[in-house]
């Protein structure tokens, strides 16, 4: 054997690289109540960024789309055309009822959340993508049962 076929390892080389788990931060979520009203948690709107009682927004679709998956939020410094937020409890709400029945959303019998994620509208202004989607329902438990063992049931015979 040649001594120039020998590849030789440093000890750096044998130390195993630990790599640290990156948790992707959850997107705010919001939902839809069964009156169509866009409702917006007050900790997601701090999340965001948006100040709900000056900044007004268009609210558009996909176009050429018959059924509503996605809301469009872009702020807009004109009032033509605009929507505003509406103090509702905790949170703010803007109102679309008609708009969401149009589109073919079933808020009504049953309950709707988005995602709240942004993108780039133009290099000046940042909107924001409102994912909806049916709420998923809770799994069901797999855990070790627990308390007293059910008594066996005879059947009599």
Do not use: C, W
Not at 46 to 54: A, N
């Amino acid at each position: 054997m040649k001594l120039k076929a020998i590849k030789f390892f440093s000890p750096e080389e044998n130390i195993p690289k630990v790599k640290t788990a990156v948790k992707a931060t959850p997107l705010p979520t919001g939902y839809i109540s069964n009156s169509g009203k866009l409702v917006f948690p007050a900790a997601a709107l701090r999340e965001l960024g948006i100040d709900p009682e000056s900044v007004n927004f268009k609210i558009g679709t996909h176009e050429g789309k018959r059924k509503i998956k996605s809301v469009y939020l872009v702020p807009a410094t004109n009032s033509d055309e605009t929507f505003s937020f509406e103090k509702s409890g905790r949170g703010h709400v803007i109102p679309l009822a008609v708009i969401l029945k149009k589109g073919g959303v079933d808020f009504e019998s049953q309950k709707l959340i988005f995602k709240i994620s942004t993108f780039d509208f133009d290099p000046s202004t940042k909107g924001y993508e409102l994912a909806i989607e049916a709420e998923a329902p809770k799994p069901e438990y797999t855990g070790k049962p627990r308390g007293r063992k059910a008594k066996a049931v005879t059947d009599p015979e």
